[in-house]
């Protein structure tokens, strides 16, 4: 009778063991799966942000000189969330250490365009330019020079 119990009490143990080890490794396969997908997703390349930013950048100009302080409000935020995309999706890249640089810049733009102080929002934007272009020449890109925008790229859009 002990016999009976003890064949009986193994198999169970046994098929508890057995959904238990099949359990994992349908999970396992479900991790494997989702870390492939993690991995094929799609990033943005520097190249793709940077692109965002001069955007943006110009628009930012545009905006605060026609005193649109609501679109200059809106495009300052587009391109802080732009570099905040720059250090969370090219984190590995040595040129997104030196993205902060133009913090010191956006934020004096937008103090510029709260208290609507044009002269202000000028020298702050030539500073923002010209930290861009830093950041350029310390990461060996000084060939992509950036500057005050002459003409909207923009043509559809009333600023």
Not at 42 to 52: A, I, N, Q, R
Request: hydrophobic share 35%; charged share 25%; glycine share 4%.
């Amino acid at each position: 009778m002990k016999n009976i119990i003890t064949i009986a009490l193994l198999s169970i143990l046994f098929s508890c063991n057995q959904q238990n080890s099949d359990i994992t490794a349908e999970l396992q396969q479900r991790i494997t799966n989702l870390e492939d997908k993690i991995g094929n997703a799609y990033k943005p390349g520097l190249g793709e942000l940077m692109g965002s930013i001069q955007m943006h950048h110009s628009k930012l100009w545009f905006a605060g000189k026609a005193k649109n302080r609501k679109l200059a409000e809106f495009e300052l935020h587009e391109l802080k969330e732009i570099i905040a995309d720059v250090s969370t999706f090219q984190s590995e890249r040595k040129e997104s250490e030196q993205i902060g640089m133009i913090s010191p810049a956006l934020d004096i733009i937008e103090t510029a365009i709260k208290e609507n102080n044009s002269p202000l929002f000028e020298r702050s934007y030539r500073q923002l330019t010209n930290s861009c272009n830093n950041c350029h020449r310390i990461n060996h890109y000084e060939y992509i020079i950036i500057k005050v925008p002459e003409v909207p790229v923009f043509g559809n859009q009333e600023f």
